[in-house]
């Protein structure tokens, strides 16, 4: 009876496991396999992805001084929180697809009728009931992780496989349009939004669309249309935490649609949901900000409280910006400024919030004129806030601009106020003293005094700032970066922003007047001077805490005045220069340079500043002033080269338009010299001399003109232009090369007159190899089913690479969603090449090549590129032994006259080769078989069998009635407590609330 059983039961078992196969498209596999994967495979990625999320909530933290994103991916440092969790979920997706997805179609009976839905049944390319939440799953892992690009691949092609179900078709739709939103691809997103406007959408697809429509006004900064859309997603959401933050982001649109009463609302929805304290504080400081205006004294006094409470110690920056906003609401920009600097000087996180005060800080201080204070800020602000700012290009030009402009009006308040002092009496000046060294003190006081409470409070933990603990790199965490430039300012000061900074002779060349001098006399000078440095940092003069440091600054002797007066003119002089030049600031230029000749009357470069006078007032359409300056140049110095200038010709034309005549010169002298037009070079760098011989491409002019004397052997000139550029412009990033073009000539080697010849590479082979045995022993393979891949070769000055990457990788994304195609870059023997890999073989790559040469824009790119296909296993020969010549004579033997599939190979993914079990035969076998199935799909989270117990007791009861049961033999072992799996209808287990 028992092997009666026993081979019943195996018959069963095998008959089960052969119906279930993914290869067959009945209702017996349709059900086994949508119930296999959704209660194993499915069911550890959607866990996975609920603890990912969880954690992603948990930590992170937003940006309450600007506006937040709807998706906490939208900061940069939260995208890797999570990512061990995410990378399981994709990798169970993965599984469950590649074991469970069902492709083929179900047989269907010729008699029976088909019906609409029967047709479109029957169109369907996936057949797994389950299977479209495995795809919605992996895509918004991959979307929450950060990885949009492989985001918009599966989205891509799950609304490719679901073309025929609107339903899960629309959702697909709406997550490929989020993922292009948050990917920064507008255009793509853009019509995907138009195409979905063309069809009625489905109800199941609302929420998604909701969410989409949000994100995308969001970012294209529709105000207007994102609340309306962020209202709905507020009905929508289920995550109190999220709910929370979509309200905050609903105030801060309301306020800046100047609905302060709405926003009030909004904010106050916010704390009522009990958020995170820094979320609720955020929310508070927002309401003060939004209060009637009748209500500003009680806002004002409503933070002040919030000041002294000690929760919001660490907050205190935030608190005081609020408060200057309201003064600058108040047009009190005195009371704002003193807002500001009072949260600076308070703020204990080195975060964006500071970054924030520091601008707005800087940008009034900016409009006030205050270049020296504006400087201050935006040398703190620039390392703090995110490159991805709109405004942080403006912020970057200023603090490019205030570094070169604030050195000059620094010294020129600073002589103003030593030649002020040394018109005071002694009592005065030494009153004014005291104070300035009171006030220093101070300052320093209020500096030490956090460190003072973090000691006195045991060393409290430091609040954790956003961003510092990411894994980015050094220079992109601004955080890091603020440290360490305190720290080196610590260590060697403030110092000018320049390359080899430690040197005295920044260039290669070697200086005769440095090498004439003896090394003993060098290391006498050096430690004397050591030795006086030491004494006089030791001196009472160089310590600002005593008068003599200020005393000593003071000019009282005719010879000191005389030295003073000589730095404020110099300052003043480029002060003005720097106001029209860099700021486009005329009005201050003309100030400082009106100055300059009033008060200094010898000025060395006046000629210059009546020159600078002369086009302030010819752009500001003053004809008789600038005709009165013009004039006084020329009677006062006839024979200047500004003179000279203005007397030329070309002068009103090079003045409107020098620099694009001068760029236009030196581009037709470059292609002049790669076309070896030694005539044309000389002609075009004599005229550039005399029309533009302080340009911005001079030191370019020199370079090339020393580089065509020397293809004409004339070492003489050459060595004289290259010195030339040496000492005019010893900043040029062209002297480290002129400089060892000059050492080289000076020891003795021959300079040869060496051009690229593409066809020299395509012929070169290993010269070791040419003529050995090796190449009778080393073959070409005519392997054609091999890995294969696409190559362009080409010259490196010959093809704008950059841009060619960029349309290759785009028309890679845009015409093959379901392939990842490898683009590699390498240098081999004086060429580049650009290796598309990715073909499984010669068919796959042919017909993208061809595809390739068809594109108007790659094909403008690549003419001087030569394109190879190539197998893997041979593209490792060339060049050792072989060269592109021979691999070009056996592509066209072996390969050019075959005939190639007509099929669209690259529309489909790459099929996964997996080694198939063998097939159990007995029904031990069997039974081993499915505990190992069961033991690894449940082995990430356990799973409550009691159901499956129930029906599996069942069955064996009909089977086995008449079997009497035998007597246990054995003791009971104790019950195991199981895990409590997810409802199943959860929200959780859903995924809604993520």
Not at 126 to 148: H, I, S
Request: aromatic letters at 10%.
């Amino acid at each position: 009876m028992n092997a009666k059983f026993a081979a019943i039961s195996a018959c069963f078992a095998m008959l089960l496991l052969s119906n279930c196969a993914t290869k067959r498209n009945t209702l017996a596999t349709r059900w086994w396999q949508s119930f296999h994967t959704k209660y194993n495979v499915y069911y550890n990625a959607s866990v996975a992805y609920i603890d990912a999320s969880l954690e992603k909530e948990n930590e992170h933290h937003d940006h309450f001084t600007e506006q937040l994103p709807l998706y906490t991916i939208g900061n940069k440092e939260s995208r890797a929180i999570g990512q061990a969790h995410y990378d399981l979920a994709i990798a169970k997706c993965e599984k469950a697809i590649r074991l469970h997805s069902i492709k083929r179609h179900p047989v269907w009976d010729k008699n029976r009728r088909k019906t609409p839905e029967d047709v479109e049944w029957l169109n369907r390319r996936e057949y797994n009931p389950t299977m479209w939440k495995v795809w919605l799953l992996m895509g918004r892992a991959q979307f929450f992780k950060g990885d949009f690009e492989n985001a918009i691949s599966t989205f891509a092609y799950m609304s490719r496989l679901y073309a025929t179900q609107p339903a899960i078709y629309q959702r697909a739709q709406a997550w490929l349009a989020k993922s292009y939103i948050e990917a920064g691809w507008r255009y793509d997103a853009e019509e995907v939004l138009r195409n979905m406007a063309r069809d009625s959408m489905h109800w199941q697809a609302q929420k998604e669309w909701d969410y989409t429509y949000a994100d995308y006004y969001l970012h294209t900064g529709d105000t207007q249309q994102a609340i309306v859309y962020l209202q709905r997603v507020i009905q929508h959401e289920m995550r109190r935490k999220q709910k929370a933050r979509e309200w905050f982001l609903l105030g801060q649109l309301l306020t800046q649609q100047k609905q302060p009463a709405q926003a009030y609302e909004a904010f106050k929805k916010v704390i009522a949901l009990n958020p995170s304290y820094e979320l609720s504080f955020h929310a508070r400081i927002a309401m003060t900000e939004v209060m009637a205006p009748g209500n500003q004294q009680k806002m004002i006094a409503k933070l002040r409280r919030m000041a002294r409470n000690e929760n919001n110690q660490a907050y205190l920056d935030q608190v005081f910006c609020a408060l200057g906003n309201i003064y600058l609401a108040q047009r009190d920009t005195l009371r704002a400024i003193e807002a500001y600097e009072q949260g600076n000087e308070s703020a204990t996180r080195q975060g964006i919030e500071k970054g924030m005060l520091l601008l707005k800080l800087g940008n009034l201080y900016w409009d006030k004129e205050r270049f020296s204070d504006a400087k201050r800020c935006y040398d703190q602000a620039i390392g703090l806030l995110d490159r991805d700012r709109k405004d942080y290009d403006r912020l970057a030009l200023r603090q490019q601009q205030l570094e070169r402009l604030v050195p000059f009006t620094d010294e020129v308040a600073l002589q103003d106020s030593l030649q002020r002092l040394s018109k005071m009496s002694d009592a005065q000046r030494n009153a004014i003293i005291k104070r300035m060294i009171a006030a220093l003190k101070q300052k320093e006081r209020r500096a030490t005094q956090p460190q003072n409470d973090n000691i006195a409070t045991g060393f409290a933990q430091p609040i954790p700032t956003p961003g510092a603990g990411s894994n980015t790199w050094y220079f992109y965490n601004p955080v890091l970066v603020a440290r360490g430039i305190e720290q080196f300012q610590r260590t060697w000061g403030h110092r000018k922003n320049e390359d080899n900074w430690q040197r005295e002779n920044k260039t290669v060349v070697n200086m005769d007047d440095i090498a004439a001098v003896p090394n003993d006399t060098l290391n006498d000078k050096t430690e004397k001077d050591i030795a006086q440095q030491h004494q006089a940092s030791d001196s009472l003069d160089n310590d600002p805490h005593q008068p003599a440091y200020y005393l000593k600054q003071i000019p009282h002797t005719p010879a000191q005045l005389q030295a003073s007066n000589e730095k404020l003119s110099q300052a003043l002089f480029h002060s003005g220069l720097l106001f029209n030049d860099l700021l486009d600031r005329p009005d201050l230029s003309q100030h400082y340079l009106l100055r300059l000749l009033h008060e200094f009357p010898s000025f060395a470069q006046r000629d210059e500043v009546y020159h600078r006078l002369y086009l302030i007032y010819m752009r500001q359409q003053q004809p008789s002033l600038a005709q009165h300056y013009l004039q006084r140049l020329e009677q006062e110095y006839p024979q200047s080269e500004t003179a000279r200038q203005l007397r030329s010709p070309h002068y009103a034309e090079d003045a409107r338009r020098g620099e694009q005549i001068e760029d236009s010169l030196y581009t037709a002298a470059y292609e002049a010299f790669k076309h070896d037009d030694e005539k044309r070079v000389d002609q075009l760098f004599e005229t550039a001399q005399k029309r533009f011989p302080k340009g911005n491409n001079h030191d370019k002019f020199l370079m090339i003109s020393a580089l065509n004397q020397l293809h004409q052997g004339r070492l003489s000139t050459a060595l004289q232009r290259l010195n030339t550029l040496l000492s005019a412009h010893p900043n040029s990033p062209l002297i480290t090369m002129a400089g060892m073009i000059i050492n080289g000539i000076q020891a003795g080697k021959t300079p040869h007159n060496g051009r690229f010849d593409l066809e020299n590479v395509w012929q070169q082979r290993s010269e070791v190899l040419n003529d050995s045995d090796a190449l009778h022993q080393v073959k070409f393979s005519n392997e054609r089913q091999t890995p294969f891949l696409y190559v362009m070769v080409y010259a490196p000055d010959a093809v704008n690479e950059n841009q060619l990457l960029f349309e290759l990788a785009k028309y890679n994304f845009t015409n093959y969603l379901v392939r990842n195609f490898d683009i590699k870059i390498e240098r081999h023997e004086g060429v580049h090449q650009m290796a598309v890999g990715g073909f499984q073989n010669y068919d796959e790559a042919l017909q993208y090549a061809r595809a390739v040469h068809q594109q108007i824009a790659i094909q403008g790119l690549s003419k001087q590129a030569r394109s190879v296909i190539i197998s893997q296993e041979n593209e490792a020969l060339i060049g050792h032994p072989f060269s592109y010549r021979d691999y070009e004579k056996f592509y066209q033997q072996h390969f050019a006259p075959l005939k190639i599939s007509t099929l669209q190979l690259l529309t489909e993914p790459v099929k996964t080769v997996t080694k198939q079990p063998e097939k159990p035969t007995t029904a031990e076998d069997i039974d081993r078989e499915l505990e190992r199935i069961i033991k690894e799909d449940g082995s990430e989270y356990p799973i409550d069998s009691t159901d499956w117990n129930i029906k599996r007791t069942k069955t064996a009861q009909k089977v086995d009635a008449k079997t009497p049961k035998k007597a246990k033999s054995e003791k009971s072992k104790p019950p195991v407590k199981t895990v409590k799996p997810l409802d199943l209808d959860d929200e959780y287990y859903d995924l809604e609330g993520f």
